[in-house]
C-alpha cells in the first residue's frame, strides 16, 4: 500500500526559498500516480498547490503559487518536490501530498486524492 512522507519545512524569512520532499514507500513506484501538493493555512480548509504526474509530467499550479513555486519528480528516489520561492507570509501552512490516479489541467481537487501523507510545517515569519 502506498505511502507518502514529506518533509523538508521549517521557519522562513519572507522572500526566502525552501523546498519540501514528498518520498513514496520504496515498495509502491509512483510512476501511475498523479501527486499533489496542497496545504492548510490557520483557519481555512485543504486548497491546491500544484501537481504533476510523476511519468507523464504535465505539472499544474494554482494561480496563488505560478510563477514561484516548482514542482518535481526524481524517479531514482521515487519522490515528488515543491520548490517554493519568493515565500511571503500568507504561504504559511502545513503542507501535504497526496495521490491521485490522474491529473487534472484546470483544478486540483483535494477529495480525488488519497492516500495523503502527514504534512509538514512550512512558517514565513520575520
Known amino acids: 500500500q502506498l505511502q507518502l512522507v514529506e518533509s523538508g519545512g521549517g521557519l522562513v524569512q519572507p522572500g526566502s526559498s525552501l523546498k519540501v520532499s514528498c518520498a513514496g514507500s520504496k515498495n509502491e513506484n509512483l510512476d501511475y500516480y498523479c501527486i499533489g501538493w496542497f496545504r492548510q493555512r490557520p483557519g481555512l480548509g485543504r486548497e491546491g498547490v500544484a501537481s504533476?504526474?510523476?511519468?507523464?509530467?504535465?505539472?499544474y499550479y494554482t494561480e496563488a503559487v505560478k510563477g514561484r513555486f516548482t514542482i518535481s519528480t526524481d524517479n531514482t528516489k521515487n519522490a515528488v518536490y515543491l520548490q517554493m520561492n519568493n515565500l511571503r507570509p500568507e504561504d504559511t501552512a502545513t503542507y501535504y501530498c497526496?495521490?491521485?490516479?490522474?491529473?487534472?489541467?484546470?483544478?486540483?481537487?483535494?477529495?480525488?486524492?488519497?492516500?495523503w501523507g502527514q504534512g509538514t510545517q512550512v512558517t514565513v515569519s520575520s
Open positions: 497526496a495521490a491521485g490516479l490522474a491529473c487534472s489541467s484546470v483544478a486540483l481537487p483535494a477529495g480525488d486524492f488519497n492516500p
Open positions: 504533476i504526474h510523476f511519468s507523464r509530467g504535465m505539472p
